[in-house]
């Protein structure tokens, strides 16, 4: 199967800009959805974005909307989040996934978790 190295994750002020990274090796990539989850200190997992197969089509999560940016290079076998106008909200531990059963962007949104596979994630800290 897939397997996903997220980087790009750091310490960043309020305002700033940041793009995470998430490599994929092995498996299938160009036919296989990707997205992005973000887990805080003492709060669930959420939601952030996801992108189909080609990249044409993609998905926020409410806190992501008009600040993120998801892309993907299919010949790179990688994907990135741009994340602009950060918050210290924002702070939060980054997992990329890729889908195990489909190519759009709901087969991220709408799958379980042991329907995805996970990146190991990154640190990202904003501070105010």
């Known amino acids: 199967q897939v397997r996903l190295i997220e980087s790009g994750g750091g310490l960043v002020q309020t305002g700033d800009s940041l793009t995470l990274s998430c490599a994929a090796s092995?498996?299938?990539?160009?036919?296989?959805?990707m997205g992005w989850f973000r887990q805080a200190p003492g709060k669930e997992r959420e939601f952030v974005a996801a992108i189909n197969w080609s990249g044409h089509s993609t998905y926020y999560g409410d806190s992501a909307k008009g600040r993120f940016t998801c892309s993907r290079d299919n010949g790179k076998r990688t994907m990135a989040l741009t994340m602009n106008m950060l918050k210290p909200e924002d702070t939060a531990v980054y997992y990329c996934?890729?889908?195990?059963?489909?190519?759009?962007?709901?087969?991220?949104?709408?799958?379980?978790?042991?329907?995805?596979?996970w990146g190991q994630g990154i640190q990202v800290t904003v501070s105010s």
């Open positions: 092995g498996g299938s990539f160009s036919n296989t959805a």
């Open positions: 996934v890729a889908s195990r059963t489909g190519q759009m962007f709901s087969d991220i949104v709408q799958a379980p978790p042991e329907n995805l596979v």
